[in-house]
């Protein structure tokens, strides 16, 4: 793995984050504080980040892809009922005309109750592996428990309760996605993921190999470096709402490399009914509310290809409950 030491973003250290010294864990809010007014993009490492976990998930992944297409497919989330299996190449589309040259398999909580199932929220498709299941099961968790903390610090930074969003994210349809960017000897005139910003709360990203890169203030695309044992995080739409746009939803994207890449991105959202609105200068509301839920899936529709053809059959409704917001033409502020 090419590791470059040098990067524009900020990093963080994290790890006091779990400490049950306060003053501590508002010295972190701080600094997450000014990274996500400055950039919406940071790096962050932690002394508790489980670091072979992240190379066993890096393996498991790697044999999945390996497999033939036919097997693959056998677990096609076009098959599930709450958006979690295999996305072949070609399956998503922010563009007409145009897909990203990717393959996926996205997990969500893997909830077996029946109370809180929705269109995100249910039981998991998983593939036939046990080594798999169990591998992708234990990042999921570990990297959610980080999130939460994260949650809470950024509850701290914006002057909430710093418990605010616990009680938010009992069953919140957060995604982990295990993606496969293959090897294309015309990398240079292609992109792996076109540019967007993400619609949750907040990303955790695990890459292997160079090819993200966010959009300037000046509208330059500038790569975002590996550097080892970190995670990469960017603010999410929901986010920018909860803010009131003091933090951005920065437009990133993802170009072809010349090298095969795997990328492990976790989506951080809130309980499906959690209605986003504005906590911060309240008087002034710069967005309406939307509906986490209805947001996340109104979104995944659009892009999915199996779900375009659900709401053409009328399998499926988009619901417009609250008003839906534009983010892709949000504003970036990534300064040089």
Not at 192 to 207: A, N, R
Not at 247 to 263: P, S
């Amino acid at each position: 793995m090419n590791i470059i030491e040098n990067t524009l973003l900020p990093i963080v250290d994290i790890s006091d984050l779990s400490s049950t010294n306060i003053e501590k864990r508002l010295s972190v809010a701080a600094l997450m504080d000014n990274a996500c007014r400055q950039s919406g993009f940071l790096h962050i490492k932690s002394s508790n980040f489980d670091k072979n976990l992240f190379k066993q998930l890096l393996e498991v992944a790697k044999q999945y892809f390996a497999q033939e297409e036919a097997v693959k497919m056998q677990h096609y989330i076009g098959k599930s009922q709450n958006h979690s299996g295999y996305v072949p190449i070609g399956e998503e589309q922010f563009k007409p005309n145009s897909h990203d040259i990717k393959e996926a398999y996205d997990i969500n909580i893997d909830y077996l109750g029946d109370t809180e199932c929705r269109s995100l929220v249910g039981k998991n498709q998983w593939p036939d592996s046990l080594i798999f299941k169990e591998t992708v099961q234990q990042y999921y968790q570990h990297i959610r428990q980080i999130g939460h903390q994260i949650f809470r610090a950024l509850a701290l930074a914006l002057g909430l309760t710093e418990t605010y969003f616990d009680e938010h994210l009992t069953f919140a349809p957060s995604q982990l996605r295990l993606i496969h960017y293959p090897y294309n000897p015309n990398a240079q005139d292609s992109l792996g993921i076109g540019s967007h910003t993400d619609y949750e709360f907040f990303t955790l990203l695990l890459p292997t190999a160079p090819g993200l890169q966010v959009l300037s203030k000046n509208g330059e695309w500038l790569d975002v470096p590996l550097i080892e044992n970190t995670l990469v995080m960017n603010i999410g739409d929901m986010m920018q709402v909860i803010s009131n746009g003091q933090y951005i939803a920065t437009k990133h994207r993802v170009k072809k490399v010349q090298e095969e890449r795997y990328a492990f991105p976790f989506f951080f959202s809130c309980n499906y009914d959690f209605i986003v609105k504005p906590l911060i200068d309240t008087a002034h509301p710069k967005y309406p509310a939307i509906k986490c839920g209805e947001h996340l899936f109104n979104q995944t529709v659009q892009s999915f290809n199996y779900l375009k053809k659900r709401l053409q059959n009328g399998e499926l409704v988009m619901s417009n409950d609250l008003t839906p917001i534009n983010f892709g033409l949000a504003e970036s502020v990534v300064h040089q």
